[in-house]
């Protein structure tokens, strides 16, 4: 009987599954029909040069200092298959996402059911998901908040797996996603990932034997060899400790930072001055350097600017060092800066939408309630589901840490990082809604049981 009750539930759940991932096939179908289409924003400073993608991928990777490798190594890769097939690059990315987004709802939907949440508020969660035009927007733009969604999401589900049944394939199921994201934006430091990896292995190895807890950190440890390749990388062939040289640039925003006169090399505006500094752009990059048109390049096909000019790590520390000077004697100019990006950037759409004037005080004033709420469940479950609280522990965890890299760093960008992070807050607001009805649900039962009126909840 008890077999049966679980061929019954697999069967179930797969069915879930399937049913959703039907759904957002239709709802694709009929974005698509409303003219979204899959596009390359070249000239997003994130996107080195096509001509470089094109022709000297290698080489452009190797001396790519401004962003981790990934989103470029793809885009180079969709170029290789539009010259070998005659197919539009369009189409190669519109079915890696057309993927991407099938995986994030299929590991959504299944991340649910381990957290058996009430059916209703499943769909809740799902329709949040599948209804939401951010979703198709960023399904057919070459950027990496789909990536990151698709991240969250497998690893959130692998954290609940390892954790119920603890296992090296288990545990390699959780560190990839963590690496492919750290890899895919510098928005996921490594201090971020070095923290969720140490957390669960923790939290999955407290019943495991002592040779699978040797297994277990031998994984880890390869992953944090991993992570701290492109850094040591980096450090050793351009003295930047990190997976962007962009760090202090974007810690110096929103603080009142004057530019030093380089910035006219990165500047979307045409300032005074830049001619005479497009001019000696050669002369600021170190001779071995002089034959990388990486490092050399100052602006694109598109007249859009190269943030991967070798002047840009030394505009980017000194912008660095500033910051770090206000951040200490003017702490002042820091707190304005998180509050007018909590309002001003991270409480609005993710995307340009009417009615923005409702939705920003609602999502400000949510926001809080619902890391709260989750953070409430998360505890309460520790003992009761501990995989459950493992994985709403790492999606509250994550939500935190991008609040914070937003509002404290990357500025007036908050709203399209606030994105991949969205769904996690939405399935831990399901959650803690989900454990406050079940004592009520109890009470109620017990009451009738006691031939009792129900008293309210």
Same mark, same amino acid.
């Given at each position: 009987?008890?077999?049966?009750?679980?061929?019954?539930?697999?069967?179930?759940?797969?069915?879930?599954?399937?049913?959703?991932?039907?759904?957002?096939?239709?709802?694709?179908?009929?974005?698509?029909?409303?003219?979204?289409?899959?596009?390359?924003?070249?000239?997003?400073?994130?996107?080195?040069?096509? /001509?470089?993608?094109?022709?000297?991928?290698?080489?452009?990777?190797?001396?790519?200092?401004?962003?981790?490798?990934?989103?470029?190594?793809?885009?180079?890769?969709?170029?290789?298959? /539009?010259?070998?097939?005659?197919?539009?690059?369009?189409?190669?990315?519109?079915?890696?996402?057309?993927?991407?987004?099938?995986?994030?709802?299929?590991?959504?939907?299944?991340?649910?059911?381990?957290?058996?949440?009430?059916?209703?508020?499943?769909?809740?969660?799902?329709?949040?998901?599948?209804?939401?035009?951010?979703?198709?927007?960023?399904?057919?733009?070459?950027?990496?908040?789909?990536?990151?969604?698709?991240?969250?999401?497998?690893?959130?589900?692998?954290?609940?797996?390892?954790?119920?049944?603890?296992?090296?394939?288990?545990?390699?199921?959780?560190?990839?996603?963590?690496?492919?994201?750290? $890899?895919?934006?510098?928005?996921?430091?490594?201090?971020?990932?070095?923290?969720?990896?140490?957390?669960?292995?923790?939290?999955?190895?407290?019943?495991?034997?002592?040779?699978?807890?040797?297994?277990?950190?031998?994984?880890?440890?390869?992953?944090?060899?991993?992570?701290?390749?492109?850094?040591?990388?980096?450090?050793?062939?351009?003295?930047?400790?990190? $997976?962007?040289?962009?760090?202090?640039?974007?810690?110096?925003?929103?603080?009142?930072?004057?530019?030093?006169?380089?910035?006219?090399?990165?500047?979307?505006?045409?300032?005074?001055?830049?001619?005479?500094?497009?001019?000696?752009?050669?002369?600021?990059?170190?001779?071995?350097?002089?034959?990388?048109?990486?490092?050399?390049?100052?602006?694109?096909?598109?007249?859009?600017?190269?943030?991967?000019?070798?002047?840009?790590?030394?505009?980017?520390?000194?912008?660095?060092?500033?910051?770090?000077?206000?951040?200490?004697?003017?702490?002042?100019?820091?707190?304005?800066?998180?509050?007018?990006? $909590?309002?001003?950037?991270?409480?609005?759409?993710?995307?340009?939408?009417?009615?923005?004037?409702?939705?920003?005080?609602?999502?400000?004033?949510?926001?809080?309630?619902?890391?709260?709420?989750?953070?409430?469940?998360?505890?309460?479950?520790?003992?009761?589901?501990?995989?459950?609280?493992?994985?709403?522990?790492?999606?509250?965890?994550?939500?935190?840490?991008?609040?914070?890299?937003?509002?404290?760093?990357?500025?007036?960008?908050?709203?399209?990082?606030?994105?991949?992070?969205?769904?996690?807050?939405?399935?831990?607001?399901?959650?803690?809604?989900?454990?406050?009805?079940?004592?009520?649900?109890?009470?109620?039962?017990?009451?009738?049981?006691?031939?009792?009126?129900?008293?309210?909840?």
């Amino acid at each position: 009987m008890a077999t049966a009750r679980r061929e019954l539930s697999w069967t179930g759940g797969r069915l879930e599954v399937g049913a959703w991932l039907v759904a957002y096939l239709a709802v694709l179908a009929i974005a698509m029909a409303a003219g979204y289409r899959m596009w390359v924003p070249w000239p997003f400073v994130n996107l080195l040069p096509r /001509e470089l993608l094109a022709g000297r991928l290698a080489e452009s990777l190797w001396n790519l200092h401004s962003q981790p490798p990934l989103l470029n190594l793809i885009l180079g890769g969709a170029l290789a298959l /539009e010259r070998a097939s005659g197919v539009a690059i369009e189409t190669w990315l519109f079915v890696l996402h057309a993927l991407i987004g099938g995986a994030v709802v299929a590991a959504t939907a299944s991340l649910l059911l381990r957290l058996r949440l009430r059916p209703w508020l499943r769909a809740v969660v799902m329709a949040l998901l599948l209804l939401d035009p951010a979703f198709y927007f960023y399904l057919t733009l070459f950027f990496t908040p789909i990536y990151e969604l698709l991240c969250l999401s497998l690893a959130a589900l692998a954290a609940h797996r390892f954790v119920a049944r603890p296992g090296v394939a288990g545990c390699v199921g959780f560190c990839a996603p963590v690496a492919v994201l750290v $890899y895919s934006r510098a928005l996921f430091h490594p201090l971020w990932a070095g923290a969720m990896l140490v957390a669960v292995a923790v939290a999955g190895s407290h019943a495991a034997s002592p040779a699978m807890r040797r297994r277990i950190v031998a994984a880890m440890a390869l992953t944090a060899a991993l992570l701290a390749a492109w850094p040591v990388r980096n450090g050793l062939r351009f003295g930047v400790w990190g $997976y962007s040289s962009w760090q202090g640039y974007n810690l110096s925003r929103g603080l009142a930072i004057a530019p030093p006169p380089v910035w006219a090399l990165f500047s979307w505006e045409r300032l005074p001055g830049a001619d005479t500094v497009r001019a000696g752009a050669l002369a600021l990059v170190p001779e071995r350097f002089r034959g990388i048109p990486a490092l050399t390049m100052t602006s694109k096909d598109d007249g859009s600017p190269n943030w991967n000019h070798y002047a840009m790590i030394g505009m980017s520390a000194e912008l660095g060092r500033r910051a770090i000077g206000v951040m200490i004697h003017q702490p002042g100019k820091v707190a304005a800066k998180a509050l007018d990006t $909590y309002w001003n950037s991270f409480s609005r759409s993710p995307i340009k939408t009417g009615g923005a004037g409702l939705r920003r005080p609602l999502f400000a004033a949510c926001f809080p309630l619902l890391c709260a709420a989750a953070a409430w469940q998360t505890y309460r479950l520790r003992t009761a589901d501990r995989p459950a609280a493992v994985a709403l522990g790492f999606l509250l965890a994550t939500v935190l840490w991008v609040l914070a890299m937003a509002v404290f760093v990357d500025g007036d960008e908050a709203y399209r990082l606030r994105f991949s992070t969205q769904l996690a807050l939405w399935i831990g607001g399901a959650a803690a809604l989900d454990g406050w009805l079940a004592p009520a649900a109890s009470a109620r039962t017990t009451a009738e049981d006691l031939g009792k009126p129900p008293q309210p909840a």
